[in-house]
């Protein structure tokens, strides 16, 4: 009987954290922009709506450019579910000709980067306010009708982020 009790005070969440402040920071030689359109590619690819929230570039007073970019990106998964990655990046950067084989220069960037994650699946548990007994529909629904399916998405959803991750390591030379 109190298991039943339980379940009624338990609260429908409308965000459950997969991660949160996953760091990647680098000093290294890169090309800013080519980061920039291969997460771009990464989050189309993977079938991401994305957003670029924030984004600022200033020339320091010591030389370099520093961009602080935020992004917001997100992925249906099914009507009721969504995961959400929130990506913030701050690269401090400074033009640089890199020599490539047969005496070529190419024009890139040596500096700093820092890139910061926070993943999250999202449910739409608005579907169940204003609705006779919604409370504890949206309690069945979630805890009994789709629960494997909500834990199948937290597995496929922090394998996924964790793709993107060695993704951008491997790009910026970082083991």
Request: contains cysteine; charged residues 30%.
């Amino acid at each position: 009987m109190s298991d039943y009790r339980e379940l009624f005070l338990t609260k429908l969440e409308d965000k459950k954290k997969l991660l949160e402040g996953y760091k990647i920071k680098a000093t290294t030689i890169f090309d800013a922009g080519e980061l920039y359109e291969s997460l771009n590619r990464w989050y189309t690819q993977k079938g991401y709506d994305w957003k670029e929230v924030r984004y600022k570039s200033v020339e320091l007073a010591s030389g370099p450019q520093q961009t602080d970019v935020t992004w917001e990106c997100t992925k249906k998964l099914d009507d009721y579910t969504s995961f959400v990655v929130e990506m913030v990046a701050q690269i401090i950067v400074t033009e640089v000709e890199v020599a490539l084989p047969n005496n070529v220069k190419k024009k890139s960037n040596k500096g700093y980067v820092e890139m910061k994650f926070t993943a999250n699946i999202v449910k739409n548990t608005k579907v169940w306010e204003g609705r006779h007994f919604g409370h504890l529909m949206g309690l069945i629904y979630e805890k009994i009708l789709i629960r494997k399916r909500l834990e199948e998405y937290e597995k496929a959803m922090f394998a996924e982020i964790h793709l993107l991750f060695n993704e951008v390591r491997l790009y910026l030379g970082i083991k």
